[in-house]
């Protein structure tokens, strides 16, 4: 439900309107350097602020309240929280009766009966990606250290992953405008977010069920609002012939033998090839909208119009890039602590 993981395990917390939110970090080796300086970078991408996110603003000061010890890690369980302060609850009470058509209100009810808190999406929000890219800055050091002895957690990412396409359009320079355009009627737009993990060992993963590829995809759809992802060639492998298609061998230095290209994104049988493993995310756009939607009202029972209030993104998915690189993180350094 709210964990993942088998060695390196990854327990999520809180609501968006609760006090605070957090995540617990179980199996984290003994000794890594760790302090809460360390997670200000990540976070700090994931803010909001930016034109078209959301006038939230919180601090998102991480507090370490258990695992670390003179500046290393224990080997128990790592806590980290963060406290909501700038919530605005009474934008949602409305959603009890009256739910958002794209969102979780529903589902939650459903789910969960009366009982579900809906403010700021509660356990659904977005919000919760904020410990999910804490847990990612812990991950990549424990990649960083296992790989190559560092710990300074930027071995395993050479490159960021970066946000490829808004709205469906990929030159970047028109991105403003568009998102103007996309504010002034009240809409949103989504994205997609390219990831590319060099530096990966040959030979982690698992056929079948505990693939790259499917531990990978369970992960990146826990992320809210994700509604596809792809390795290499993806989708456009179905149009390709086998001989486009297929990754040449070639050996390096004498002995590795590695794939030329990557149309497989670096993943064959579900196992690490030793190349880059690339991957790009489909985010929907925000479900939270200006924009009048029809929806059911359960306390008059009619078919209602709903425009929604509060403070949203226009494109939540300028803010993903840093959490789909956090839980690409999480799965690879589960994978290396069980290989």
Not at 111 to 140: I, M, W
Not at 220 to 243: H, L, Q, Y
Not at 245 to 271: M, W, Y
Request: hydrophobic share 40%; charged share 25%; net charge negative.
């Amino acid at each position: 439900m709210n964990s993942f993981g088998r060695i390196f395990r990854v327990s999520i917390f809180g609501e968006s309107h609760g006090p605070e939110i957090g995540v617990v970090l179980d199996g984290v080796q003994p000794g890594i350097e760790l302090s809460e300086q360390d997670f200000e970078a990540d976070i700090a991408r994931r803010r909001s602020g930016a034109r078209g996110t959301t006038p939230r603003h919180e601090a998102d000061i991480p507090h370490i309240v258990s695992g670390v010890f003179n500046g290393r890690t224990t080997g128990a369980p790592l806590t980290v929280i963060f406290k909501n302060d700038d919530t605005h609850s009474s934008d949602y009470s409305q959603f009890m009766d009256v739910p958002r058509p794209g969102h979780a209100d529903l589902t939650g009810m459903i789910k969960f009966a009366e009982y579900n808190d809906p403010r700021g999406g509660g356990h659904f929000s977005g919000r919760l990606t904020l410990p999910v890219v804490a847990a990612g800055v812990v991950a990549k050091k424990i990649l960083a250290e296992t790989v190559s002895g560092e710990t300074d957690g930027q071995v395993m990412f050479v490159d960021e992953a970066r946000l490829i396409e808004v709205g469906g359009e990929k030159d970047c320079e028109k991105w403003p405008a568009l998102l103007e355009t996309v504010m002034s009627e009240g809409d949103s737009v989504g994205g997609v977010v390219e990831c590319r993990v060099d530096g990966l060992p040959a030979g982690l993963g698992e056929p079948f069920f505990d693939s790259v590829e499917s531990l990978i995809s369970h992960a990146v759809f826990a992320i809210p609002g994700v509604r596809g992802i792809e390795f290499g060639d993806g989708f456009a492998a179905s149009r390709m012939k086998g001989s486009e298609h297929n990754d040449p061998f070639d050996v390096v230095d004498g002995e590795a033998v590695v794939p030329s290209r990557n149309g497989a994104g670096g993943v064959n049988g579900g196992i690490s090839n030793g190349n880059p493993i690339v991957f790009r995310v489909a985010f929907k756009p925000t479900s939270s909208i200006r924009k009048a939607q029809r929806t059911w009202d359960f306390g008059k029972r009619e078919m209602t119009e709903l425009v929604v209030p509060g403070r949203h993104d226009a494109c939540f998915a300028l803010r993903t890039p840093v959490i789909v690189e956090a839980v690409a993180a999480i799965v690879l350094a589960d994978l290396i602590d069980i290989a």
